[in-house]
């Protein structure tokens, strides 16, 4: 416990941000994210490189050349041209033209290391970025606590730049959304499918999240991270470089994490690849798909989903790039339980009538940074030989805290809870059973007969006892949902409406 009048000092990454905002005055959190991952990244890759010059150094009687680039790229480790080093930019923080050199640093570097040909921000010479706060947040990220080249200090630095996108994401609000999926939500996925070994695919990958998620969970179970490899793709070209670095300064091997304008729809960048686990969070109710071009397309094997919303064809999208054994979980808006438009019904039939469904998880609302709409997690998986004739039903719509007014993160404990539940089921050797309230095993039957509805809180009940039942915080809780479920009814009639005025009636 800590002393009266005692101190208890902020986490670094935490400190970091405040004295990063603080230099930010007034510039756009959009633009000036690209400035200090950018510094982070090269800070990172020089930790690496400066880490590894130093032991050639010594072995230079021996045969090594520390400026050898091929030395550094049989280890794996980026080679830095001596303009690019971080020793370099630091003696010249306080020169006006620091934005300029460090713009050719980013060049330098990609010149020597193809993985990162396209990758870096050259942002730094633009004038709205003060040389004197730019110089300074170069002595703040080299502080004395990142001076360190062990590996600890790169791994520090890591850490240090996922939490600053996770920033980043809430200072932009929705926009921060389309880049970062938040971490107790990818952290659930991750940790209820477990990625221990094989092909991990998001196809809508981001800021490349869940990769990372995967191979911190390998590492944290004593796995070997070169038993997965990732395979990703991203339609916006400056997320994809965000997950680029993300991946690099993780020592993630991100050459299978391709960019295209068309996306994976209209121009699928890993058409034969079938992945043992597929981890997503696409966009919620996509109504710009491009979904009329393809409507006898091969992935569509449970119906062809309507051209006004792309939910059910993103799901027929991971389960086609599934291996026979494979496993998915994705996040979907809610309404994807309930709705039949444009035949939407008939393919969630199918899907369950198949055994594909395993899980449905139906999450709290304000998780998610760029949309206020219910949001449910789907898990999905094939050759099912345990609870096939069975889906399992978890309500956690209570769950969670708030972070700020208007975000909610799951706790440790509350995905801990969660993702056990799912394991116990699962495993059917476990100790299983429903909590009303909470989670319950629903026969495909009884699905059948609710219409083929996969909203949870038809089938787990209320709970036993609600002796400390919130009743104005479960109203307000119920009447933000109905509310965000009118506005989705609005917004799918107006989508109806549009269409219907485009037919021409002769």
Known sequence: MAKKNEVIEEPLEKRLWKAADKLRKNID?????????????????????????????????????????????????????????????????????????????????????RSLKGVLPKVFSRPNLDPTSLGELIDLIGNSTLENTSTKSADLLGHVFEY?????ALAEGKKGGQFYTPRSVVELLVTMLEPYQGRVLDPCCGSGGMFV??????????????????YGQESNQTT????????????????????????????????????????ANPPFND?????????????????????????????????????????AGFVLAKGSLTSKTGGEGEIRRA????????????????????????????????????????????DARNMGHLINRRTRELTEDDISTIADTYHRWRDESKDYTDVPGFCASVPVSRVAELDYVLTPGRYVGLPEEEDDF????????????????????ERLNKLILENLSKIKID
């Open 351 to 394: 899907l369950i009538d198949k055994g594909l469904i395993a899980c449905i998880v139906n999450l709290p609302a304000k998780l998610f940074l760029n949309t206020q709409i219910p949001a449910c997690l789907w898990f999905v998986s094939r050759n099912r030989t345990k609870r096939a004739g069975e889906i399992l039903f978890i």
């Open 213 to 230: 998620q995967s191979d911190k969970f390998v590492r944290q179970h004593q796995g070997r991270v070169e038993d997965i490899s990732i």
């Open 29 to 113: 959190a959009a633009e000036y994210k690209h400035v200090v991952l950018g510094l982070i990244f090269l800070r990172y890759i020089s930790v690496s490189f400066e880490r590894l010059y130093a032991e050639l150094v010594k072995q230079q009687a021996d045969g090594a050349d520390p400026e050898d680039r091929e030395e550094y790229l049989a280890e794996n480790v980026f080679y830095v041209p001596e303009s690019a080093r971080w020793s370099y930019l630091v003696a010249n923080a306080k020169n006006l033209q620091i934005g300029k050199l460090i713009d050719d640093a980013m060049d330098a570097i990609e010149r020597e290391n």
């Open 164 to 168: 600053f996108l996770g920033e980043f």
């Open 287 to 327: 109504s710009d798909w491009s979904g009329d071009q393809l409507r006898g397309d091969a992935r569509w094997q449970y119906g062809v989903p309507p051209t006004g919303n792309a939910n059910f064809a993103w799901i027929q999208h991971f389960i086609y790039h599934l291996a026979p054994k494979g496993h």
């Open 470 to 489: 919130n009743f104005a915080e479960r109203f307000t809780a119920l009447r933000t949902e109905f509310e965000e479920q009118l506005k989705e009814e």
């Open 240 to 279: 994809w470089r965000l997950c680029k670095m993300n991946l690099a300064i993780r020592g993630i091997d991100a050459s299978q994490v391709k960019w295209n304008t068309e996306g994976s729809f209209l121009n699928d960048a890993h058409k034969d690849v079938k992945a043992d686990y597929v981890i």
